[in-house]
């Protein structure tokens, strides 16, 4: 157990050798929350303490498993060049073998390792290389006028509340709400701010053009380069540790209470200490099935990431709302899996099948799928310690309550072998069935809260990152409001851990600017063109 200084002591902040940092959560945004602290804050690493509830650290970026058991993914976060504050920070941090910084290698990976996809969209047994939008006019009309209009006007209004029902038969939309998985009933809002964000993405989206990805995983690309960057500096992982509440006085955090390995105990915080806590969780209550058994639908209650927040929001408005995001399961699970097979031949198939190496065609969709079900095959191997001999793939579907194609269950209660049999459904390879089932490892992932950042919101749901008048508390990660960037990305987790940073400090080192392609004429040239079904 960490000891805890009791005794506090008038300390100002420039003297920033004495101040303790706890972080609430081991996830992405508190990992980089103490590389920030570190490298612009001086913070020396012993002094910073992160506090996990489970026994590992990356949160949603995770990765395990081996090719005896099969591997897990719940899902893989896409990287793009425009991602500024995720530079900003890999770029400080050495891969794990300290040839180049993980910046460096991501971007010389992705020089040669292209993403552009020949399968986008794959129907009736055949592939669609680029498909075209298929919008109406009045669809881009919509479209543009969403990108102009102010947030406050649209409430919480859902995707649905804008376009029509045609709309939602558009190969845009397929390829719009899969890539990022959006579905009707989400926010307007933060539909919006994706049209905006990636603006410059939008002449390029039939085949994926610009989208980046890791070498291997993001938990090990990633995290775990991260993870060592921290551990050399001294910063204290306490795992298995759950935080129940934090006690104020007044405006400043005063106590850290929590468990761990079942024990109550508490922090007591000194005035010029910090807490940084990321707020509710996309992945709590993830459940793992197996080839032949099947995840169960957890709830608020399995974990303590929403229940935290349910207990530090009663009669603090300023803290916001997480009910607005955790009261409605039906509307934000999703199943994710991952394929372990033992050798390449199911790759091969797919290559064949749909023009695309693994690594460089990214989302591949079965836009006739009654799940709405999407594989995206990696670049092999892609885990740190898989042998050659085996292969890994991952895919999820949307419409996770609909009956499938091929199996008569909706996917949310299917088994890994009833989920491949109905990915080899729709790639028209029933005859080999029974072989290519021998040979896989499927293990599915059902997700309460995946698209929880995505339902409909209004101004005063997300808190501010520094919640107005208090002294010592941050809150980061998907639920906590940063202007003009998009949730359900790295990005959005590092820069809110950079803003919580640099304002708590009060550093000259700031978060840099979100890039704004709406505002350039070119990038608006080129999306007009694409939106209008023009030739590049």
């Not at 602290?37 to 690493?45: M, P, T």
């Not at 399961?329 to 790759?347: H, N, P, Q, Y």
């Not at 080192?509 to 030739?535: C, N, S, W």
Request: glycine share 8%; proline share 5%; charged share 20%.
């Amino acid at each position: 157990m960490i000891k805890f200084q009791t005794n506090p002591t008038s300390v100002s902040r420039s003297d920033r050798s004495s101040i303790k940092a706890y972080l609430v959560g081991g996830g992405i945004a508190s990992l980089a929350s103490a590389a920030f602290l570190i490298r612009d804050g001086d913070l020396l690493g012993h002094n910073i303490t992160i506090l996990e509830e489970l026994d590992t650290l990356g949160g949603s970026l995770d990765g395990s498993g081996s090719p005896e058991a099969g591997y897990v993914l719940r899902g893989g976060r896409m990287l793009e060049s425009k991602y500024l504050c995720t530079f900003d920070l890999f770029s400080s941090i050495p891969t794990l073998n300290g040839d180049v910084s993980v910046t460096e290698e991501i971007f010389a990976w992705n020089k040669t390792m292209r993403t552009s996809s020949k399968s986008r969209i794959f129907r009736d047994g055949h592939r669609l290389t680029a498909p075209a939008f298929g919008l109406r006019e009045k669809h881009i009309l919509t479209i543009e006028r969403l990108a102009l209009e102010p947030e406050k006007l649209l409430g919480r209004s859902t995707i649905a509340d804008q376009f029509d029902a045609d709309f939602f038969k558009t190969d845009f939309w397929f390829m719009w709400c899969t890539t990022f998985a959006f579905q009707q009933w989400h926010s307007a809002v933060e539909f919006k701010r994706y049209l905006v964000r990636f603006a410059h993405m939008v002449s390029g989206f039939q085949r994926l053009e610009g989208i980046m990805r890791t070498p291997l995983n993001q938990y090990d690309s990633m995290v775990r380069p991260l993870v060592k960057w921290l551990e050399e500096r001294g910063v204290n992982f306490q795992t298995n540790t759950r935080v129940t509440d934090l006690e104020f006085g007044g405006k400043s955090v005063r106590r850290i209470l929590f468990e761990c390995d079942g024990k109550a105990d508490e922090i007591a915080v000194l005035p010029n200490d910090l807490v940084i806590a990321t707020l509710g969780s996309m992945t709590e209550g993830s459940s793992i099935g197996s080839m032949d058994t099947v995840p169960v639908l957890n709830t608020r209650l399995h974990g303590g990431a929403w229940t935290l927040w349910d207990k530090l929001a009663v009669d603090r408005p300023e803290f916001g709302r997480p009910d607005v995001f955790c009261g409605h399961i039906d509307s934000s699970k999703w199943v994710s899996f991952t394929t372990t097979l033992r050798d390449d031949a199911f790759l091969k198939l797919v290559r064949d099948l749909t023009g695309n190496v693994p690594g460089e065609g990214g989302l591949v969709t079965f836009s006739d799928s009654a799940w709405l079900a999407s594989i995206v095959i990696p670049s092999q191997p892609h885990f740190i310690d898989q042998p050659k001999n085996a292969s890994v793939f991952w895919g999820y579907g949307l419409a996770v309550d609909e009956p499938g194609d091929f199996v008569s269950k909706p996917m949310s209660a299917c088994t890994g072998r009833e989920i491949m049999t109905e990915i080899i459904g729709h790639l028209r390879l029933k005859a080999l069935s029974a072989t290519l089932l021998n040979d896989a490892i499927c293990i599915p992932c059902m997700m309460p809260f995946i698209t929880s950042q995505f339902l409909p919101r209004q101004a005063g749901d997300r808190p501010e990152i520094i919640p107005d008048g208090y002294t010592n508390l941050a809150f980061t990660g998907q639920f906590c409001e940063l202007p003009d960037d998009v949730v359900f990305t790295v990005e959005y987790s590092i820069r809110s851990a950079q803003t919580a940073v640099s304002r708590m400090l009060g550093l000259k080192r700031t978060a840099p600017p979100v890039y704004k392609g709406q505002f350039d004429p070119k990038v608006i040239y080129e999306a007009f063109r694409a939106l209008h079904g023009m030739a590049a």
